[in-house]
């Protein structure tokens, strides 16, 4: 996968020095070396925006940082009750830039009994562990949505990985919906669930209201 990001980038001649790279979701979980393709990225300072990958990814990361301090609080207070103080010691913390030096703590996997369980799933929490503190950071500061400074012939250029609903401010946009929108129900225009198809693509939507702004076309956005 790293192989073939690169000779994308060589094949349109990309300038480190004066091309401003941007991945717009599914950098990794998507084939071989994500931890490689990841770390290209972090190496050409690019910009990013969260894919449904990243997200899910970044859910498993979480979630195995949460049960290591659980495990490590448990070894240290083996005898101490729950608290509302020992609880709130267990929220989610952001992802730290800085590498910690922390002693090993076995987590076991309790995946392997969820009847939901599937090797997508698997596989994603196999690629969390693998993770760095330093490159579940970058991803976590990926945003959902990259707002770039105006582009000539393309006015106001918003990158996301799926899609957006035209006329919903983007603070009031589906964050979901965001990183796994295609279709749109063709009545209400509102995302129809993943896996529906019977619906009108989110981008004929998107340019069939943009071309009816008013005026010289002063205003307008590009989605990519």
């Given amino acids: 996968m790293r192989a073939t990001v690169v ?14 790279l941007v991945f717009s979701g599914d950098m990794i979980s ?7 393709v990841l770390d290209l990225a ?16 970044l859910l498993h990361w979480h979630d195995l940082q949460k ?12 005898a ?5 103080a020992s609880i709130d010691d267990l929220e989610l913390e952001p992802a730290q830039e800085e590498e910690e030096e922390e002693e090993t703590v ?7 009994d969820d009847e939901f369980t599937t090797q997508r799933i698997r596989n994603e929490r196999k690629l969390a562990k693998s ?6 950071a970058w991803l976590d500061a ?19 990985h799926a899609g957006l609903v035209h006329g919903v401010q983007l603070e009031d946009q589906d964050p979901k919906a965001i990183m796994n929108m295609r279709s749109l129900d063709k009545r209400r225009l509102t995302p129809l669930p993943e896996g529906e198809r019977d619906g009108v693509h989110w981008a004929d939507v998107w340019n069939r209201g943009e071309k009816e702004r008013k005026g010289d076309g002063e205003g307008r956005t590009t989605v990519v």
Wanted: proline letters at 5%; hydrophobic letters at 25%.
């Fill in 7 to 20: 000779k994308l980038l060589e094949k349109t001649n990309y300038d480190p020095e004066n091309d401003y």
């Fill in 30 to 36: 998507k084939g071989p070396d994500s931890l490689k």
């Fill in 42 to 57: 972090r190496s050409y300072s690019a910009g990013c925006v969260r894919g449904n990958h990243e997200d899910r990814v």
């Fill in 67 to 78: 049960k290591k301090r659980k495990a490590r609080k448990g070894r240290k207070h083996p």
């Fill in 80 to 84: 101490r009750t729950a608290t509302a």
């Fill in 106 to 112: 076995e987590v076991a996997d309790d995946d392997t």
């Fill in 131 to 136: 993770l760095s503190r330093k490159q579940a």
């Fill in 142 to 160: 990926c945003p959902l949505v990259l707002r770039m400074k105006k582009v000539a012939d393309l006015g106001q250029v918003d990158v996301v």
